[in-house]
């Protein structure tokens, strides 16, 4: 018995078209395995999976090459003339043969074709990595010897002994990178799989359906064909084109023309992880939610309502050399000992020397000027990358949660969702939460397993008053700091926040008066003339429904604001 030690560097490049209701032409065909040369140059083969004849079967041809596709083109021309046909498929394969694999052979190349005992046909092409740990796995419970010497085949195997569900096949069976085209005869259906190596597909009305290791040949295929430069040019669907999305499955089913996507848990192997799965006998599902904490009135609404619903949560604080750091310390580790919750800090302040000192929340000589005449919904106080950072590291912190202790799942709570800051930061916005969640799926092992947790952020600031004052949190408020420059009183060892001296207080005390309730905090007042306070128009107390503001908290279940809403009655 063979044991795979090593895998490839991901680098061939795969082709797929089926074509639904017309061939490509020859010169489309060729600048679609040109392309996928560019990845690949140690080999070439090809299959094509021919139209269904009139005993509903369909005939499988094979040719496999040790040149590059360029080299052989001609040859490639001529069988793809001869087999393809309208719904016929044809799977492509550029290699590039890495250090660890055999040299390109004839046994040795991709597509491959496997038929079982049974008679049912396999064929497969993949660009990606096994892991040597998941190949090895495979070889014991295989139920027919492999065909080849290349990691690609354990993919075929593995979907055999999971009883040809390929999620199965992918979250237990297989390990590694992942771009590959499965065809099983039994059900008719093509499986395209991706763990995080490219892919992207396409589908041209009156053509087929293209599936491509560069999303720029499809896209160049696309544009050709309609004339159009991007998707959505029509009401109706004739065309698309995209990247398919990581840790997914596109099940194709040729009879219908049905795509059904599926996303899976990918597996890696890692030690630690590993073990804690089978360390931890866990029979309810596990949750810890880590709050991006900086010890203003956001951050601490949602401390207060997590714990008064019994989530097991975290605060997380990050100092990065800011000018109200010490006090913004003071603030949060106040709260979370009131609180009873569990205090993270991570210090980055070395970091941020290195990346900016020119924000008017890093250097005191920059004068602050937010929320002032005119600087009202402007973006004056960014300061370089600050939440991507925090949330990469975030990330970074949910993953070791969960490789070290057994998590379930860690969802990431931020002040940067807040509704009443979205309009002006991009990182407030949902698009940078999404983005995050594809970081997080492709920068940790368990990314799926990393979720946003939105909790307040479809509240404005003056709904944060009111929960506070229902809920019987507002005594909390008084240790906040939402100052971008707070003053720290050696004298008393506390904290004051500006008197509505720069934005960040202004819209805290705005929102206050908004809700009709009492400011509990103290402020001191700097002696700066040069700052002058934008005033709001309509700076009136609103009628606010309590329910309605807890029906609209997102990732909470429906018997949490029932439990909330039980504690108004309570609240004094």
């Not at 049974?118 to 092409?125: A, E, Y």
Request: aromatic share 12%.
């Amino acid at each position: 018995m063979k044991l795979f030690t090593g895998g490839n560097k991901y680098m061939c490049g795969i082709v797929g078209f089926w074509a639904r209701d017309s061939l490509l032409d020859w010169n489309v065909m060729d600048m679609l395995f040109t392309e996928a040369e560019k990845r690949g140059q140690d080999g070439f083969g090809i299959c094509i999976i021919t139209h269904k004849n009139s005993d509903n079967y369909r005939r499988i041809y094979t040719r496999k090459w040790k040149e590059s596709y360029s080299k052989i083109k001609h040859e490639v021309e001529g069988f793809y003339n001869l087999h393809a046909f309208q719904d016929s498929i044809t799977l492509g394969i550029c290699r590039a043969q890495p250090e660890t694999e055999p040299i390109t052979d004839e046994k040795n190349m991709q597509p491959i074709v496997y038929i079982d005992k049974k008679g049912n046909q396999f064929v497969l092409v993949h660009n990606g990595a096994i892991s040597s740990h998941s190949y090895n796995e495979i070889l014991f419970y295989k139920e027919d010897d492999f065909t080849t010497d290349i990691d690609s085949e354990a993919i075929i195997h593995a979907y055999r002994h999971y009883n040809y569900d390929i999620i199965k096949t992918m979250e237990n069976g297989i390990a590694g990178g992942v771009a590959a085209i499965l065809y099983d005869n039994r059900t008719e259906q093509l499986h395209i799989i991706t763990t995080h190596s490219p892919l992207a597909e396409g589908y041209i009305k009156g053509v087929g359906y293209i599936i491509h290791s560069s999303y720029e040949a499809i896209d160049k295929i696309v544009s050709d064909y309609t004339s159009a430069k991007r998707d959505g040019m029509n009401v109706w669907e004739y065309w698309y084109h995209h990247p398919l999305n990581p840790h997914t499955v596109y099940s194709l089913d040729l009879d219908s023309g049905f795509l059904r996507i599926k996303e899976f848990e990918p597996k890696y192997d890692h030690p630690i992880w590993k073990k804690e799965k089978q360390l931890y006998k866990i029979e309810k599902p596990r949750t810890k939610i880590l709050v991006s904490a900086s010890g203003g009135i956001d951050s601490t609404s949602t401390l207060a309502i997590l714990k008064k619903l019994n989530y097991d949560v975290t605060a997380v604080h990050f100092k990065y050399g800011h000018r109200g750091e010490k006090c913004e310390e003071w603030a949060i580790k106040n709260i979370c000992d009131k609180l009873g919750i569990e205090l993270k800090i991570f210090d980055l302040r070395d970091v941020y020397k290195q990346i900016d000192n020119f924000s008017m929340l890093t250097n005191e000589e920059v004068p602050i000027t937010t929320c002032s005449t005119n600087t009202i919904r402007t973006t004056v106080a960014w300061t370089s990358g600050r939440n991507m950072v925090f949330a990469t590291l975030l990330g970074a912190y949910a993953e070791s949660l969960i490789l070290r202790n057994g998590y379930d799942e860690v969802r990431i709570a931020a002040g940067w969702n807040s509704l009443s800051e979205e309009g002006s930061y991009p990182d407030n916005s949902q698009p940078f939460n999404d983005a995050l969640q594809n970081l997080f799926k492709l920068g940790t092992l368990c990314g799926n397993r990393i979720k946003p947790f939105l909790g307040l952020s479809n509240l404005l600031k003056s709904e944060y008053w009111y929960l506070a004052y229902k809920l019987g949190f507002l005594d909390l408020f008084e240790y906040t700091i939402s100052c971008d420059r707070p003053y720290w009183s050696e004298e008393e060892q506390r904290a004051y926040n500006c008197d509505g001296q720069c934005g960040s207080t202004n819209l805290s005390i705005w929102a206050s008066k908004i809700a009709g309730v009492e400011d509990p905090r103290e402020f001191y007042h700097y002696n700066d003339d040069y700052y002058k306070a934008y005033k709001p128009k309509g700076l009136v107390k609103r009628e606010i429904n309590v329910n309605d503001i807890i029906d609209r908290i997102l990732d909470i279940t429906d018997e949490d604001k029932k439990v909330l809403k039980s504690m108004i009655r309570e609240a004094k």
